[in-house]
Protein backbone atom coordinates (compact mmCIF):
# COMPACT_ATOMS: atom_id res chain seq x y z
CA UNK A 1 0.00 0.00 0.00
CA UNK A 2 1.15 3.43 -0.79
CA UNK A 3 2.02 5.43 1.93
CA UNK A 4 -0.34 8.66 0.53
CA UNK A 5 -3.31 6.32 0.68
CA UNK A 6 -4.90 6.36 4.11
CA UNK A 7 -4.27 9.70 4.72
CA UNK A 8 -6.39 11.08 2.10
CA UNK A 9 -8.99 8.40 2.64
CA UNK A 10 -9.16 8.99 6.28
CA UNK A 11 -9.76 12.52 5.54
CA UNK A 12 -11.48 12.93 2.94
CA UNK A 13 -10.19 15.30 1.35
CA UNK A 14 -11.13 16.41 -2.43
CA UNK A 15 -8.13 14.53 -4.46
CA UNK A 16 -5.78 16.97 -5.25
CA UNK A 17 -3.40 16.46 -8.47
CA UNK A 18 -0.50 17.83 -6.72
CA UNK A 19 2.14 15.43 -5.82
CA UNK A 20 3.52 16.43 -2.60
CA UNK A 21 6.68 14.68 -2.40
CA UNK A 22 9.10 14.35 0.82
CA UNK A 23 5.73 13.73 2.49
CA UNK A 24 7.86 12.40 5.50
CA UNK A 25 9.71 15.04 5.86
CA UNK A 26 9.61 17.00 9.44
CA UNK A 27 8.95 20.09 9.05
CA UNK A 28 8.29 20.87 12.79
CA UNK A 29 10.79 19.28 14.86
CA UNK A 30 8.92 19.92 18.02
CA UNK A 31 6.12 17.14 17.93
CA UNK A 32 7.72 15.78 14.73
CA UNK A 33 4.92 17.19 11.77
CA UNK A 34 5.83 16.18 8.56
CA UNK A 35 5.68 17.73 5.26
CA UNK A 36 2.58 15.28 4.32
CA UNK A 37 1.05 16.19 7.55
CA UNK A 38 1.32 19.94 6.65
CA UNK A 39 -0.27 19.09 2.92
CA UNK A 40 -3.13 17.45 4.01
CA UNK A 41 -4.35 19.97 6.87
CA UNK A 42 -3.86 22.38 3.82
CA UNK A 43 -5.93 20.10 2.16
CA UNK A 44 -8.52 20.03 4.10
CA UNK A 45 -9.49 23.79 4.86
CA UNK A 46 -8.39 24.44 1.38
CA UNK A 47 -12.83 25.48 1.01
CA UNK A 48 -12.22 27.85 4.18
CA UNK A 49 -9.06 29.29 3.23
CA UNK A 50 -9.67 30.25 -0.44
CA UNK A 51 -12.78 32.94 -0.23
CA UNK A 52 -10.56 35.07 2.01
CA UNK A 53 -7.12 34.25 0.70
CA UNK A 54 -7.71 33.28 -2.77
CA UNK A 55 -8.72 36.31 -3.99
CA UNK A 56 -6.06 38.78 -2.84
CA UNK A 57 -2.09 39.12 -3.73
CA UNK A 58 0.34 36.74 -1.31
CA UNK A 59 3.36 35.97 0.30
CA UNK A 60 4.50 32.51 1.17
CA UNK A 61 6.92 31.85 3.80
CA UNK A 62 8.86 29.06 3.14
CA UNK A 63 11.02 26.65 4.48
CA UNK A 64 12.20 23.89 2.30
CA UNK A 65 14.12 21.74 4.85
CA UNK A 66 11.92 22.59 8.04
CA UNK A 67 11.57 25.58 10.20
CA UNK A 68 14.63 24.62 11.79
CA UNK A 69 16.58 25.93 8.63
CA UNK A 70 16.81 28.83 6.75
CA UNK A 71 13.08 30.15 6.40
CA UNK A 72 12.66 33.48 3.87
CA UNK A 73 9.70 35.43 3.12
CA UNK A 74 8.72 35.12 -0.41
CA UNK A 75 6.65 38.09 -2.43
CA UNK A 76 7.47 37.21 -5.90
CA UNK A 77 7.13 34.50 -8.13
CA UNK A 78 10.53 32.41 -8.68
CA UNK A 79 9.49 31.13 -11.77
CA UNK A 80 9.20 27.49 -10.88
CA UNK A 81 6.03 27.42 -9.29
CA UNK A 82 3.81 26.31 -12.69
CA UNK A 83 0.54 26.87 -13.73
CA UNK A 84 -1.12 26.35 -10.25
CA UNK A 85 0.20 29.40 -8.98
CA UNK A 86 -0.76 32.91 -10.79
CA UNK A 87 0.76 36.08 -11.04
CA UNK A 88 -0.80 39.64 -10.76
CA UNK A 89 1.12 42.59 -12.48
CA UNK A 90 1.53 45.11 -9.61
CA UNK A 91 3.53 48.47 -10.10
CA UNK A 92 6.41 49.30 -7.93
CA UNK A 93 7.01 52.50 -6.55
CA UNK A 94 9.93 53.12 -9.42
CA UNK A 95 7.32 52.34 -12.31
CA UNK A 96 7.63 49.23 -13.53
CA UNK A 97 5.50 45.92 -13.28
CA UNK A 98 6.97 43.46 -10.76
CA UNK A 99 4.72 39.85 -10.77
CA UNK A 100 3.35 38.85 -7.16
CA UNK A 101 1.25 35.61 -6.23
CA UNK A 102 -1.96 34.64 -5.98
CA UNK A 103 -3.38 31.20 -5.51
CA UNK A 104 -6.98 30.77 -5.76
CA UNK A 105 -6.99 26.92 -5.89
CA UNK A 106 -6.31 23.88 -3.47
CA UNK A 107 -3.56 23.34 -6.61
CA UNK A 108 -2.27 26.71 -5.79
CA UNK A 109 -2.15 25.88 -2.30
CA UNK A 110 -0.59 22.60 -2.26
CA UNK A 111 1.80 23.52 -5.07
CA UNK A 112 2.87 26.33 -2.34
CA UNK A 113 3.37 23.53 -0.33
CA UNK A 114 5.43 21.65 -2.32
CA UNK A 115 7.39 24.01 -2.89
CA UNK A 116 8.39 24.34 0.85
CA UNK A 117 5.50 26.75 2.21
CA UNK A 118 4.72 27.22 5.75
CA UNK A 119 2.81 30.43 6.15
CA UNK A 120 0.33 32.27 3.84
CA UNK A 121 0.48 36.24 4.09
CA UNK A 122 -1.94 37.91 2.66
CA UNK A 123 -2.65 41.88 0.87
CA UNK A 124 -5.39 43.86 2.03
CA UNK A 125 -6.39 44.01 -1.52
CA UNK A 126 -8.22 41.95 -3.98
CA UNK A 127 -6.37 41.35 -7.31
CA UNK A 128 -9.05 42.92 -9.37
CA UNK A 129 -7.88 46.08 -7.87
CA UNK A 130 -4.79 46.31 -6.00
CA UNK A 131 -5.07 50.02 -5.12
CA UNK A 132 -8.51 49.97 -2.97
CA UNK A 133 -8.47 47.92 1.01
CA UNK A 134 -11.11 45.45 1.48
CA UNK A 135 -10.28 45.58 4.86
CA UNK A 136 -8.39 47.21 8.10
CA UNK A 137 -6.56 44.89 10.47
CA UNK A 138 -5.45 46.51 13.70
CA UNK A 139 -2.58 43.89 14.55
CA UNK A 140 -2.62 44.03 18.53
CA UNK A 141 1.41 42.76 19.55
CA UNK A 142 1.50 42.32 23.32
CA UNK A 143 4.65 43.29 24.61
CA UNK A 144 6.65 39.95 26.32
CA UNK A 145 5.40 40.64 30.33
CA UNK A 146 1.85 40.97 29.28
CA UNK A 147 -0.95 38.06 29.55
CA UNK A 148 -3.22 36.58 26.91
CA UNK A 149 -6.17 38.34 28.94
CA UNK A 150 -4.81 41.57 28.11
CA UNK A 151 -4.75 41.33 24.33
CA UNK A 152 -8.17 40.48 24.71
CA UNK A 153 -9.72 43.27 26.30
CA UNK A 154 -7.25 45.23 24.04
CA UNK A 155 -9.26 43.67 21.18
CA UNK A 156 -12.75 44.38 22.47
CA UNK A 157 -12.25 47.83 23.06
CA UNK A 158 -10.83 48.04 19.33
CA UNK A 159 -14.31 46.40 18.49
CA UNK A 160 -16.16 48.63 20.45
CA UNK A 161 -14.49 52.02 19.43
CA UNK A 162 -14.27 50.74 15.81
CA UNK A 163 -18.29 49.93 16.29
CA UNK A 164 -19.16 53.55 17.20
CA UNK A 165 -17.48 54.65 13.73
CA UNK A 166 -19.91 52.22 12.30
CA UNK A 167 -17.81 49.35 11.32
CA UNK A 168 -18.59 45.54 12.18
CA UNK A 169 -15.02 43.40 13.29
CA UNK A 170 -14.06 40.33 13.52
CA UNK A 171 -11.35 38.90 15.35
CA UNK A 172 -8.18 36.35 14.45
CA UNK A 173 -5.98 34.72 16.77
CA UNK A 174 -2.89 34.72 14.75
CA UNK A 175 -1.25 31.39 15.97
CA UNK A 176 1.07 33.77 17.49
CA UNK A 177 0.78 36.16 20.32
CA UNK A 178 -1.99 38.04 19.16
CA UNK A 179 -5.22 38.98 17.96
CA UNK A 180 -6.00 40.70 14.65
CA UNK A 181 -9.15 42.89 14.83
CA UNK A 182 -10.48 43.03 11.68
CA UNK A 183 -12.69 45.35 10.08
CA UNK A 184 -14.02 44.22 5.91
CA UNK A 185 -14.29 47.81 3.74
CA UNK A 186 -16.40 47.35 0.41
CA UNK A 187 -13.16 48.23 -2.23
CA UNK A 188 -13.33 52.31 -1.96
CA UNK A 189 -10.57 54.28 -0.06
CA UNK A 190 -7.31 54.20 -1.68
CA UNK A 191 -4.61 52.91 0.26
CA UNK A 192 -3.18 56.66 1.61
CA UNK A 193 -6.28 57.19 3.04
CA UNK A 194 -6.67 53.76 4.71
CA UNK A 195 -3.31 54.08 6.51
CA UNK A 196 -3.99 57.54 7.56
CA UNK A 197 -7.25 56.11 9.01
CA UNK A 198 -5.42 53.37 10.99
CA UNK A 199 -2.64 55.38 11.70
CA UNK A 200 -4.19 58.11 13.49
CA UNK A 201 -6.92 55.36 15.38
CA UNK A 202 -3.86 53.83 16.34
CA UNK A 203 -2.61 57.09 17.76
CA UNK A 204 -5.88 57.94 19.36
CA UNK A 205 -5.84 54.81 21.72
CA UNK A 206 -2.31 55.68 22.76
CA UNK A 207 -3.23 59.69 23.50
CA UNK A 208 -6.47 57.55 25.45
CA UNK A 209 -4.63 55.35 27.21
CA UNK A 210 -0.70 55.69 27.10
CA UNK A 211 0.03 52.86 30.00
CA UNK A 212 -1.80 50.36 28.08
CA UNK A 213 -0.91 51.45 24.33
CA UNK A 214 1.42 52.44 21.71
CA UNK A 215 1.64 52.85 18.41
CA UNK A 216 5.71 53.61 18.18
CA UNK A 217 7.33 51.66 16.63
CA UNK A 218 10.41 51.88 18.72
CA UNK A 219 10.79 48.75 21.25
CA UNK A 220 11.56 51.08 23.90
CA UNK A 221 8.07 52.12 23.80
CA UNK A 222 6.52 49.07 23.73
CA UNK A 223 7.20 47.86 27.31
CA UNK A 224 4.23 46.77 28.86
CA UNK A 225 2.48 48.19 26.43
CA UNK A 226 0.30 46.48 23.28
CA UNK A 227 1.50 47.45 20.22
CA UNK A 228 -1.02 48.50 17.47
CA UNK A 229 0.23 47.72 14.91
CA UNK A 230 -1.38 49.81 12.39
CA UNK A 231 1.50 49.23 9.49
CA UNK A 232 -0.57 46.30 8.24
CA UNK A 233 -2.56 49.11 6.36
CA UNK A 234 -0.57 49.98 3.83
CA UNK A 235 -0.23 48.82 0.34
CA UNK A 236 2.05 46.01 -0.31
CA UNK A 237 1.69 45.26 3.82
CA UNK A 238 0.36 41.72 4.30
CA UNK A 239 -1.61 40.06 7.03
CA UNK A 240 -0.73 36.31 7.83
CA UNK A 241 -4.09 34.74 6.01
CA UNK A 242 -6.96 32.74 8.11
CA UNK A 243 -5.97 29.36 8.72
CA UNK A 244 -2.45 29.55 7.95
CA UNK A 245 -0.28 27.31 9.80
CA UNK A 246 3.02 29.43 11.46
CA UNK A 247 6.26 28.92 11.26
CA UNK A 248 6.32 28.39 15.28
CA UNK A 249 6.54 25.50 17.35
CA UNK A 250 3.95 22.70 17.02
CA UNK A 251 2.78 24.34 13.77
CA UNK A 252 -0.33 26.42 15.11
CA UNK A 253 -2.88 27.62 13.27
CA UNK A 254 -4.15 31.52 12.82
CA UNK A 255 -8.08 31.16 13.70
CA UNK A 256 -11.23 33.15 12.66
CA UNK A 257 -13.14 33.47 15.69
CA UNK A 258 -16.57 34.91 17.09
CA UNK A 259 -16.24 37.30 19.52
CA UNK A 260 -17.63 34.74 22.45
CA UNK A 261 -15.10 32.82 21.72
CA UNK A 262 -12.38 35.31 21.86
CA UNK A 263 -13.86 36.32 25.18
CA UNK A 264 -13.80 33.11 26.79
CA UNK A 265 -10.16 31.95 25.36
CA UNK A 266 -7.27 31.80 27.92
CA UNK A 267 -4.38 31.35 25.28
CA UNK A 268 -3.59 32.64 22.53
CA UNK A 269 -2.68 29.41 20.36
CA UNK A 270 -5.36 26.29 20.89
CA UNK A 271 -5.07 25.12 17.68
CA UNK A 272 -2.24 23.31 15.14
CA UNK A 273 -2.44 21.75 12.10
CA UNK A 274 -3.75 18.89 13.38
CA UNK A 275 -7.03 20.47 13.63
CA UNK A 276 -8.39 20.61 10.07
CA UNK A 277 -11.72 18.75 10.72
CA UNK A 278 -12.31 21.26 13.69
CA UNK A 279 -12.03 23.82 11.79
CA UNK A 280 -14.30 22.68 9.05
CA UNK A 281 -16.88 21.81 11.80
CA UNK A 282 -16.49 25.52 13.16
CA UNK A 283 -16.50 27.17 10.31
CA UNK A 284 -20.29 25.53 9.18
CA UNK A 285 -21.49 27.13 12.75
CA UNK A 286 -23.77 29.55 12.38
CA UNK A 287 -21.97 32.20 14.29
CA UNK A 288 -19.06 31.54 12.38
CA UNK A 289 -20.69 31.58 9.00
CA UNK A 290 -20.74 35.27 8.20
CA UNK A 291 -16.95 35.48 9.49
CA UNK A 292 -15.27 38.38 7.27
CA UNK A 293 -18.67 39.83 5.94
CA UNK A 294 -19.72 43.06 6.13
CA UNK A 295 -20.72 45.77 3.28
CA UNK A 296 -19.28 49.12 4.79
CA UNK A 297 -16.85 51.58 3.61
CA UNK A 298 -13.98 53.75 5.60
CA UNK A 299 -15.29 56.09 7.70
CA UNK A 300 -14.18 59.65 8.41
CA UNK A 301 -11.85 59.99 11.25
P1 LIG B 1 1.77 37.62 16.33
O1 LIG B 1 0.38 37.45 16.86
O2 LIG B 1 2.73 36.72 17.06
O3 LIG B 1 2.18 39.06 16.35
P2 LIG B 1 1.62 38.06 13.51
O4 LIG B 1 1.19 37.26 12.35
O5 LIG B 1 0.76 39.24 13.80
O6 LIG B 1 1.72 37.14 14.79
P3 LIG B 1 4.44 38.26 12.54
O7 LIG B 1 4.52 36.84 12.12
O8 LIG B 1 5.54 38.80 13.40
O9 LIG B 1 3.10 38.64 13.35
O10 LIG B 1 4.38 39.12 11.22
C1 LIG B 1 4.24 40.47 11.23
C2 LIG B 1 3.73 40.91 9.88
O11 LIG B 1 4.81 41.23 9.01
C3 LIG B 1 2.91 39.86 9.20
O12 LIG B 1 1.66 40.43 8.99
C4 LIG B 1 3.59 39.54 7.89
O13 LIG B 1 2.68 39.56 6.81
C5 LIG B 1 4.65 40.57 7.77
N1 LIG B 1 5.95 39.98 7.50
C6 LIG B 1 6.51 38.93 8.15
N2 LIG B 1 7.75 38.69 7.67
C7 LIG B 1 7.98 39.62 6.71
C8 LIG B 1 9.07 39.93 5.83
N3 LIG B 1 10.21 39.21 5.87
N4 LIG B 1 8.95 40.95 4.99
C9 LIG B 1 7.82 41.69 4.96
N5 LIG B 1 6.74 41.46 5.75
C10 LIG B 1 6.82 40.45 6.61
MN1 LIG C 1 0.97 40.58 15.41
MN1 LIG D 1 2.91 43.29 14.08
Not at 178 to 200: C, N, Y
Amino acid sequence: IEKEAPVAVATAAPASTVKVSNRDRVIFPEGKLTKGQLADYYELVAPLMLPWAGSRPVSLVRCPQGRAKKCFFQKHDAGSFGDDVKHIGIREKDGHDEAYLFVDTPAGLLTCVQMGTIEFHGWGARIEDVEKADRLVFDLDPDEGLGFKDVVSAAFHVRDLLAQMGLTTFPMVTGGKGVHVIAPLTPSAEWPQVKDFAHRFAQALEQAEPDRYTAALSKARRTGRIFVDYLRNQRGATAVMPYSARNREFAPIAVPLTWDELHDLDAPSHWHIGDGGEMLKRASSKNLAHWGRADQVLPDL
